[in-house]
T-cell receptor
Framework: DAGVTQSPTHLIKTRGQQVTLRCSPK?????VSWYQQALGQGPQFIFQ???????QRGNFPDRFSGHQFPNYSSELNVNALLLGDSALYLC???????????FGSGTRLTVV | KNQVEQSPQSLIILEGKNCTLQ??????????LRWYKQDTGRGPVSLTI?????NTKSNGRYTATLDADTKQSSLHITASQLSDSASYIC?????????????FGKGTKLSVKP
């Protein structure tokens, strides 16, 4: 039974570019949340998707957008990258209404 | 304001020794509290989860306690091993809320030395 799968594992982008990160939730999970974790900090909530709609959003600018597909997988898009966007991006999935979150291993994004 | 605070920020212990990590929270309405282990550059892995009515939960050498009255939790690691070196994050779930239902602490970075 596969857990949460994220791709790519590492990514280097230049300031101003756009990036797309991908997440496949754990089998049976229908809700996906994205988090940004700066070095030495706890994860910060970006947004949560359920039934292909953004249900909750944290304090992140509109440059951060997402999508959820009918198979529950999800994408995180970041436009006009800034140096400060360099972080580990985590995807977590769960069954809506339950509290058993499972995290992926993350995508390490470096903006140069 | 919903908040989770952890102490100490970092800790160094010798292999084989025990240690206790602390977590204080001000989260309402409280649903459950989890401790996660996070290796550098990896995603968090759940160690324990406790609801309001549970005081203690064990997972091998890890024992978590919860005092819902004082809003404090601790994670005790027994007979530490080198592989225990990681960050330990306390995460509180709340009903509803606007942060994806999870409030994260900043973690305690544990280093186990031989």
């Amino acid at each position: 039974d596969a857990g949460v799968t994220q791709s790519p594992t590492h990514l280097i982008k230049t300031r101003g570019q756009q990036v797309t990160l991908r997440c496949s939730p754990k089998s049976g999970h229908d809700t996906v949340s994205w988090y940004q974790q700066a070095l030495g900090q706890g994860p910060q909530f970006i947004f949560q998707y359920y039934e292909e709609e953004e249900r909750q959003r944290g304090n992140f600018p509109d440059r951060f957008s997402g999508h959820q597909f009918p198979n529950y997988s999800s994408e995180l898009n970041v436009n006009a990258l800034l140096l400060g966007d360099s972080a580990l991006y985590l995807c977590a999935s769960r069954i809506q209404g339950e509290y058993g979150y499972t995290f992926g291993s993350g995508t390490r994004l470096t903006v140069v | 304001k919903n908040q989770v605070e952890q102490s100490p920020q970092s800790l160094i212990i010798l292999e084989g020794k025990n240690c206790t990590l602390q977590c204080n929270y001000t989260v309402s309405p409280f649903s459950n509290l989890r401790w996660y282990k996070q290796d550098t550059g990896r995603g968090p892995v759940s160690l324990t989860i406790m609801t309001f009515s549970e005081n203690t939960k064990s997972n091998g050498r890890y024992t978590a306690t919860l005092d819902a009255d004082t809003k404090q939790s601790s994670l005790h690691i027994t007979a530490s091993q080198l592989s225990d070196s990681a960050s330990y994050i306390c995460v509180v779930s709340l009903y509803g809320g606007s942060q994806g239902n999870l409030i994260f602490g900043k973690g305690t970075k544990l280093s186990v030395k031989p």
